[in-house]
C-alpha cells in the first residue's frame, strides 16, 4: 500500500499550476522543466488569473509554473524547459575538445539557407556581486561587443531574488540590475531575464554564493517545514516547498503572494525595457535550481552520480497534503510514504520500491534504459516505460499556448556508456522523447546546452537536434540560450568555432 500511495502523492503533484516556486540559477544539469513568459504577440501583460489579480494597465501580473498538486489557469504565451542531469565527468568539461575524424568533418552538414534560430548566451552568474553591484563593467562591456560582432542575439540573467528582497520584505533594491540592463542594451542585445527564486551556491558550476533573502532563513530557523525536506528529517534551504504555496507563513503573505509580488515589482521597474523591446522574454523558476522537480539529489546530502535520490515530501505541509488526498480518495493508509525507497546513493535493483516489476514511473536520462525510471520518480516525473510522461506535460501546455524548452541537446548516450554504463542512461533517447512529445502537441521547443560545450562534435549533436535532418515536416527548435560566457569561451581557438555554430544556426553562410 505504501507504493500506491507514493503514486497517488506524485500524480497529484505532477500536474503544472501556474503559481510559484523557486528559481533557477546555477546552471546545473539536471532534468526538469522551467517556465518563461515570452513578451513578444502582446504578451507582455501576461494575466494573474491563477492568482485571481488583475494586471492592471501595462503592468505585468506575473504568474508562475510549478509542479504541484493544483492545476491553474495559464497566462498568455510561456516556455517551460526541462533539463537532464549528467555528471561533471562527462564530456564537453572546461576547454577539452572530442577528436574528430577526417569522415566525420566531410560529412559534416550544411546549415546554410536552413531555419533561423535566435541564440542567447547566458552571463556569468557573478555577473553582480553578492553585494548586489555590478562586477568588471568594462569587461562585460568588451564581452558583450564580441559577441554582438559574431551575431548573437542576446543574454540571459538570473535576477536573484536573495539580491534584491534580501534584507526585508518587500524592500526590492533593482538598482544592480538596472545598471547591467542599460550595459546590455548599450550593446544593442537582448534579454532573457530569469526570476531567480532559489539560492545559487553548492550545485554544479556554482561559482557565487547568494542565498534565500535573510528574512526567508530566519523564518526557516523556527518553521524549516517551509523546506522541501527528505526521510532523515534534512531540510534543504535552496527554495521553498510548494506545500506552503498557500499558507501564510512568510510574514503575512503565502509564497505565491511573495512571487507574485516580487515580480510585479520587476515588471513596474523595468517597463522601458519591455516597450523598446530590449528584454524579449521573462523565465520564472519551478523547484529546485530553477526546474520543474524536488531536490531529489542535492550533493550537499551525499548524493553522488547515478544515485536514484531521495523523495522530498516530508515537510508537514506537503504531508497534510497527502494524507487529506488519501481520505478524499478513501484510502487513508495510502497516506504513509514508502519505506522500501532505498537512500540517495541507491541503485534501482537495490530497493524494493523500484526494482523491475514495482511501480514504474519517471526517468531523467540516468536510469532511463530501466522500466521504472527511478530517479525521476524520485525528483516527480511519470514516465516509465509504458506510459510517455512528456507527452501529457507538452499536451498541458498546448492548452495554454506555452513552449518547452529544453536542455542537454548537446549529450551523447555513447559517452555515458563508456564511462557509466552502470547508470543505463541514455540521453538522446530522452531528447528525441521530449522533441517528439512537445512537437506531436504543436507546441515550439527551446533549448540549452546542459554543460560547457566548447568543440564542433558538441555544436554538431545540438544542430542534429535543433533541425532534425529527416524530421518530414522540417520541424525546428524555436531558441536556443548557450550555457555561458566565460573566459574559456573568449579564447580564439573557442570564440572561432563558437561564431561557426552561430551562422549555421542562423542558416547563413559560414565565412
Given at each position: 500500500m505504501a507504493m500506491a500511495a507514493f503514486q497517488l502523492q506524485l500524480q497529484l503533484h505532477h500536474p503544472i499550476k501556474l503559481v510559484s516556486v523557486c528559481e533557477r540559477g546555477s546552471k546545473m544539469a539536471q532534468s526538469s522543466l522551467r517556465l518563461s513568459i515570452r513578451t513578444d504577440h502582446n504578451t507582455v501583460s501576461a494575466v494573474a488569473a491563477a492568482a485571481g489579480v488583475g494586471a492592471g494597465g501595462s503592468g505585468w501580473s506575473g504568474v508562475l509554473l510549478q509542479a504541484a498538486p493544483r492545476t491553474r489557469s495559464a497566462a498568455a504565451a510561456a516556455a517551460i524547459s526541462l533539463d537532464s542531469h549528467v555528471e561533471t565527468s562527462t564530456a564537453h568539461q572546461g576547454s577539452e575538445r572530442m577528436a574528430q575524424s577526417d569522415e566525420e568533418l566531410q560529412l559534416e552538414r550544411d546549415f546554410e539557407g536552413t531555419a533561423y534560430i535566435p541564440i542567447y548566451v547566458m552571463l556569468p552568474l557573478g555577473v553582480l556581486d553578492e553585494q548586489n553591484r555590478l562586477a568588471d563593467v568594462d569587461r562585460l562591456r568588451d564581452d558583450l561587443r564580441t559577441l554582438k560582432k559574431?551575431?548573437?542575439d542576446g543574454v540571459m540573467v538570473d535576477c536573484w531574488w536573495g539580491l534584491v528582497e534580501g534584507n526585508a520584505p518587500q524592500h526590492y533594491d533593482w538598482?544592480?540590475?538596472?545598471?547591467?540592463?542599460?550595459?546590455?542594451?548599450e550593446a544593442s542585445l537582448k534579454l532573457q531575464v530569469v526570476m531567480s527564486f532559489h539560492q545559487c551556491g553548492g550545485n554544479v558550476g556554482d561559482d557565487v554564493n547568494i542565498p534565500l533573502p535573510r528574512w526567508v532563513l530566519e523564518i526557516g530557523e523556527s518553521n524549516p517545514d517551509i523546506f522541501f525536506t527528505d526521510q532523515h528529517g534534512s531540510c534543504n534551504p535552496e527554495c521553498l516547498s510548494w506545500g506552503v504555496d498557500k499558507f501564510r507563513v512568510l510574514k503575512g503573505r503565502t509564497a505565491l503572494e511573495v512571487y507574485f509580488d516580487y515580480m510585479r515589482s520587476f515588471r513596474q521597474e523595468f517597463d522601458e525595457f519591455f516597450v523598446d523591446g530590449t528584454i524579449t522574454e521573462?523565465?520564472?523558476?519551478?523547484g529546485a535550481c530553477g526546474e520543474l522537480r524536488y531536490p531529489s539529489y542535492p550533493e550537499l546530502q551525499g548524493w553522488k552520480y547515478p544515485g536514484i535520490g531521495e523523495f522530498q515530501c516530508y515537510d508537514k505541509y506537503l504531508l497534510n497534503e497527502l494524507r487529506?488526498?488519501?481520505?478524499?480518495r478513501g484510502h487513508p493508509i495510502w497516506a504513509k510514504p514508502p519505506d522500501n525507497a532505498g537512500s540517495y546513493k541507491s541503485m534501482p535493483q537495490d530497493t524494493g520500491f523500484f526494482r523491475d516489476g514495482a511501480a514504474k514511473l519517471s526517468g531523467i536520462h540516468w536510469w532511463y534504459k530501466t522500466a521504472s525510471h527511478a530517479a525521476e520518480l524520485a525528483a516527480g516525473f511519470y514516465n516509465p516505460c509504458n506510459r510517455d510522461g512528456y507527452a501529457a506535460i507538452a499536451a498541458m501546455l498546448a492548452k495554454h499556448k506555452t513552449t518547452l524548452n529544453f536542455t542537454c541537446v548537446e549529450l551523447r548516450t555513447v559517452s555515458h556508456e563508456e564511462k557509466f554504463p552502470e547508470a543505463l542512461a541514455d540521453p538522446e533517447g530522452l531528447v528525441w522523447q521530449v522533441l517528439n512529445a512537445a512537437w506531436d502537441a504543436d507546441i515550439s521547443i527551446a533549448s540549452e546546452n546542459a554543460l560547457p560545450c566548447y568543440d564542433r562534435s558538441g555544436f554538431n549533436k545540438i544542430l542534429e537536434n535543433a533541425k532534425p535532418q529527416k524530421d518530414p515536416d522540417g520541424r525546428h527548435l524555436s531558441a536556443f540560450t548557450y550555457l555561458r560566457l566565460n573566459p574559456t569561451l573568449?579564447?580564439?581557438q573557442n570564440l572561432h568555432e563558437f561564431a561557426r555554430f552561430v551562422q549555421r544556426l542562423h542558416g547563413t553562410k559560414v565565412e
Open positions: 559574431i551575431d548573437v538598482s544592480g540590475y538596472r545598471q547591467l540592463f542599460e550595459v546590455v542594451r521573462i523565465e520564472v523558476g519551478l487529506s488526498a488519501a481520505e478524499a573568449m579564447e580564439a
